[in-house]
């Protein structure tokens, strides 16, 4: 059974940063493309962050210069390095596969005050 485990969110100010971790089980996530989504109250899920199994790095334009993903393959971790942070930046964040997810996990909270 694949499960996702996110932490790190909190409550932080604008121009603050947030470290978030996704502890991956089920799956070696070197394996597969990982995200980071958000998604935003009244909003649709989006994706910021992913990096493929051949570790390139993309972004969205919203989160480009800020966001930084990365992967610990040792410990089956994705982390999601957030800096310079704005207020549209809250929201909920989950990790997953890119192509076809598997069962979400619940999450991390991060709300950005301005």
């Known amino acids: 059974q694949v499960q996702f485990v996110e932490s790190g969110g909190g409550l932080v100010q604008a121009g603050g940063s947030l470290r978030l971790s996704c502890v991956a089980s089920g799956i070696t996530i070197v394996s597969h493309e990982m995200v980071w989504y958000r998604q935003a109250p009244g909003k649709e899920r989006e994706w910021v962050a992913r990096?493929?199994?051949?570790?390139?790095?993309l972004y969205a334009d919203s989160v480009k210069g800020r966001f930084t993903i990365s992967r610990d393959n040792a410990t089956n971790t994705v982390y999601l390095q957030m800096t310079s942070l704005k207020s549209e930046d809250t929201g909920v964040y989950l990790c997953n596969r890119f192509f076809i997810p598997f069962a979400w996990g619940q999450g991390a909270q991060v709300t950005v005050s301005s």
């Open positions: 990096v493929t199994s051949g570790g390139t790095t």
